[in-house]
Structures are given as C-alpha cells and as structure tokens.
C-alpha cells in the first residue's frame, strides 16, 4: 500500500516558496520548485503527470505577489526567450527593509519576542532540507535574514470548524456580517469548499432552501460555527475550481485607477500585484474583488496612494483617512459622510451571499 501524503498548511507552503526564492540570486526553474519546496515536493512525480501541482504554483505565485513580494521571472542564463526554462526569483534588495529604517532597543526586543512566536527564530527542518536540495542543485544559495519557523496559522477562527463540517457534509450555521449593514444575519449554509483568494479565505457553500451557492469571506463570521444535525449529499464536479473562478469573475469585473508616489512602499508593492496595468498618465489600473478591504489595505499607505476612479472607492479610503486623523487629532474636524462600499452590484452575485 501507498503511504499517504502528508497535507502541508497553505502558510507553510507559501512560506517556504518565498524562503527558497529569497535563497538564490539566479533564481529557481518551476521544475525545480515543484521537486524540492516544501508544499510541492510531497505531490511531486518526477516522471509522472504534475499538471494540478503546477495549476497550484500558478495561483500561489499570484498570492505571494497579492501580498506584495516582488516575485521576478527572469531568462535562464544562455537561454534567452526560452519561457519552458524560466527562472523565479525574490530580489533580495526588493523585499528587505530600505537602509535608512533603524530599530532602537526596546522595537528589536519585541521583534526578538515575536520571532519567539514562530519558534525561535530559526529555519525549520523542512526548510533547512529544502536549502539543502537546492545546494545539491549547484545553485548558489545565501541564508536568508529572517527564517523563522512557519508554526503560527494565521487561518480565521472558522477555518478549522467549517473544514470539519466539510469533510462530514454537515450543514453548518453562523452568524454573517455584510459591509454596510449594521447587524450580522444567521446563515444555514452546506459547505462546498474552502479556497484561498487574493490572500483570503473565502466559503463556498450551497444554501439548502434556495438551492444558490454563495461565496463568503471567513473574516466576516462574527460567531463560531454550529452544526444543524443535517446532512447534504456533496454535488459532482470540481467545487474548488469553481469557487475560484467565480471569485476570479468578480475580481476582473472591478478595477481602479491609482497614482502612486515614485519609488514608495504603495509603488513597490500595488506595482507587482497580477494584472496591474501601467496607465499612459502614469497611473496604476488595480483589480480587486471587495471594495471595503480595498479601500483598508489603500488607506494604509497613507499620502503614498490617491485614488482617481471609481468615485465610491475614493470616498471609502476618503473616509478611513479622516477617521484615522480624527483618532490621533482631537481638535481636527470630521465632516465625511459614512460611505457603505458593497463588493458586488446590489443584484448580489457570488460573493458575500
């Protein structure tokens, strides 16, 4: 008999896709990805059909850009145009802090204290082995600054309970927090799959009275998760694939138009996100799927960011700035309206239900 395949958490895997890219200048074939990360290299068959591994590169290259690592392709060395040997890569200088930002005492104790979190402060035997493989390659590998152990999940709070309830097609209930709307609704829902999308964890999941699959963002549950007692028998097909590419519809459907300032932290970082579009007057044309967490992650960069279209989305950021200048400034005045940004049209489409 086959011995099973250990399942590698989506937070170690991509853990260990950016720790492995930061470790080579030269940078890493897909196919030497696939057969030494962490993550992959348990699913990998080196002379066998690795077509749904390479899918899931794919979609982790676009997370860890997502996230703001700027992940690189470049040309393997006497091959130029050869895309069959592409070569993945993290520039160090890209990803570190800039020179110029320093940590007295007291901020690097608590940066020593968080690296205790994650066991230490050390690479973790996966990564080590993985490092290893990677010299055996004959690459040249550098250790990385920061390698702590991936131990902490960083999964919502639902995560695990809808999983469980997954596997048993349990019909579960929770309560559900819309943006907009001021108090949570109780949904009754049989969970279809969990996928990662744009970074985030997201339900897909079939409502047993209206027979319409819905697509919800874990971090909007705002209760813990309860079985009915009921049972439901899981639908044929690839729910997974189509939950993603539902999400991937919604995410192509909304774009917005943004200046940001040269050489800044929202340059680097929204000028490497997938499809980013450099526009003739400079500026940037990003996809989103939830205008309400965009609107968040922009505001967080500050003067760096100003955005042009869509009207909505620049009141929404508008707003978050103003309140975040009201709580640090008791004499500044407020007068911004309350702005309620819905990820989807008001026909209501896949996500959010």
Do not use: C
Not at 70 to 95: C, F, H, K, M, W
Not at 182 to 207: C, F, I, K, M, T
Not at 255 to 284: F, H, I, Y
Not at 310 to 326: D, E, G, K, N, Y
């Amino acid at each position: 008999m086959s011995t099973p395949i250990a399942k590698v958490p989506v937070e170690e895997r991509l853990f260990s896709l950016v720790l492995a890219l930061l470790a080579t200048e030269t940078g890493l074939t897909k196919n030497e990805i696939l057969s030494t990360v962490q993550g992959y290299r348990q699913r990998y068959r080196a002379a066998g059909d690795n077509a749904n591994l390479e899918r899931q590169f794919e979609r982790d290259k676009d997370d860890i850009r997502d996230l703001g690592v700027p992940l690189e392709t470049v040309d393997s060395p006497g091959q130029p145009g050869n895309n069959q040997n592409l070569r993945y890569r993290i520039p160090r200088g890209a990803y570190e802090l800039p020179s110029d930002i320093t940590f007295s005492a007291e901020e690097t104790t608590l940066l020593n204290l968080a690296a205790l979190v994650w066991r230490e402060g050390s690479l973790s035997a996966e990564s080590r082995r993985a490092v290893m493989k990677l010299k055996g390659l004959g690459l040249v590998t550098d250790d990385p600054v920061l390698g702590y152990a991936p131990r902490v999940r960083v999964r919502d709070a639902a995560f695990e309970p809808l999983r469980a309830a997954l596997e048993r097609n349990a019909v579960v209930r929770f309560a559900y927090l819309k943006p907009g709307e001021a108090d949570s609704r109780v949904r009754e829902v049989a969970p279809l799959a969990l996928v990662q999308h744009q970074g985030r964890w997201h339900l897909h999941a079939l409502e047993p009275d209206t027979g319409i699959t819905k697509t919800f963002l874990l971090r909007r549950i705002v209760s813990q998760i309860t079985t009915t007692g009921a049972t439901f028998a899981a639908p044929r097909g690839d729910q997974t694939a189509r939950a993603l590419a539902e999400l991937d519809e919604v995410w192509n459907s909304h774009a917005a138009d943004v200046e940001v300032m040269p050489e800044s932290d929202a340059a680097a970082r929204l000028g490497k996100r997938r499809g980013t579009r450099l526009l003739p007057n400079g500026a940037l044309r990003l996809h989103y799927s939830d205008a309400n967490i965009f609107a968040d992650e922009l505001a967080g960069y500050g003067p760096e960011v100003l955005v042009v279209a869509p009207p909505v989305l620049r009141a929404a950021v508008r707003t978050r700035l103003l309140a975040s200048a009201a709580e640090h400034s008791a004499e500044l005045p407020v007068e911004a309206p309350t702005v309620s940004v819905q990820p989807l049209d008001p026909t209501e489409g896949a996500l959010d239900g």
